[in-house]
């Protein structure tokens, strides 16, 4: 079992920068890869960066690629998702999630979410 727990999310301007944090509880922290993934209402979630157990992998979906980054320290059970020239599309609810297997497509353990919202 992993308990995840998201915070960092906000209100920033267009063009601006959030560095989203998730800390992780439990289970053994890096048996795990994680993932980022994003919600808009009436939409299902959409992936956004995944990292390796040891951090030396990573992929990110092509909407934020150059933008967004996702990295973790493995000595604080913490990921993390720096985010750069933000856009009104990149509103959304943000969530961490953990799997045992990099790249799964489906994620057996998911944080509560923090919202971001992008807007002058």
């Known amino acids: 079992q992993v308990k995840l727990v998201e915070s960092g999310g906000g209100l920033v301007q267009p063009g601006g920068s959030l560095t989203l944090s998730c800390v992780a509880s439990?289970?053994?922290?890096?048996?795990?890869?994680m993932a980022w993934f994003r919600q808009v209402p009436g939409k299902r979630h959409e992936f956004v960066a995944a990292i390796s157990q040891g951090g030396e992998s990573t992929f990110y979906a092509d909407s934020v690629k150059g933008r967004l980054t996702i990295s973790r320290d493995n000595t604080r059970n913490m990921v993390y998702l720096h985010m750069s020239s933000l856009n009104p599309e990149d509103t959304a609810v943000y969530y961490c999630?953990?799997?045992?297997?990099?790249?799964?497509?489906?994620?057996?353990?998911w944080g509560q979410g923090t919202q971001v919202t992008v807007s002058a």
């Open positions: 439990g289970d053994t922290f890096s048996d795990y890869a």
């Open positions: 999630a953990a799997d045992r297997v990099y790249a799964s497509y489906e994620y057996d353990y």
